[in-house]
């Protein structure tokens, strides 16, 4: 009964969208970066500790950027805090696609994992914020299995359509990310500050 509510509220799924969406994207490029950076002139026998820093700058980018979600939270929307970390995203993503050096991939994957870790973080917050006292356990159970979906799908995706050519997995990228910019910016609420734990912030 708790879930079948939560699914009635249009702000909820739209924040389950983008989670899902925000992880996808995240852990998409992880079959193809090894290729990938074979492909921008890397020794082969370098390419596993390059792939491995790589990794790791975006998982240490997306960790600064979840705690720079709430110093954006203190003087920015939400609304815009979510739109500008996904497009700043996408941006950086498209860098990617036509990096000519190793160091301006691995700068775009810093930009990456900031941009995303803010916009997660905040996202959450804001489905956080629609749900009622009672059904916390069950709202953040709900957007964790989204999230946990995306994890586990995007990596399967990735290595079926970068057979078509690796670079085509960053430039889908680009596209889901502008898409979830699309639907945050035309559905959600603006805010005048912070996310509001009283209020909803999206279209119900």
């Excluded at 739109?83 to 995203?89: E, I, K, R």
Aim: hydrophobic letters at 60%.
């Amino acid at each position: 009964e708790v879930f079948s509510h939560l699914m009635r509220l249009p702000g909820f799924v739209l924040a389950l969208f983008v989670i899902f969406g925000l992880q996808t994207v995240d852990r998409s490029f992880g079959p193809v970066l090894p290729l990938f950076v074979a492909q921008v002139g890397v020794d082969p026998q370098r390419v596993p500790i390059v792939s491995g820093v790589l990794f790791s700058l975006g998982a240490v980018s997306a960790a600064f950027g979840s705690q720079l979600a709430a110093r954006l939270l203190a003087h920015r929307p939400a609304k815009r805090v979510i739109v500008t970390g996904t497009l700043t995203a996408a941006l950086a993503m498209a860098t990617i696609v036509v990096a000519p050096t190793l160091w301006l991939v691995g700068a775009a994957m810093v930009a990456v994992g900031l941009a995303i870790g803010v916009a997660t973080t905040t996202i959450y917050s804001v489905a956080g914020s629609l749900l009622p006292a009672d059904a916390h356990a069950t709202g953040f159970g709900v957007m964790t299995t989204a999230s946990l979906i995306g994890l586990a799908v995007s990596p399967v995706v990735a290595g079926f359509i970068g057979g078509s050519g690796l670079r085509i997995v960053f430039v889908a990228d680009v596209v889901l990310l502008i898409v979830l910019a699309v639907m945050v910016a035309r559905h959600l609420r603006s805010e005048p500050t912070s996310v509001s734990t009283e209020a909803p912030l999206a279209d119900s």
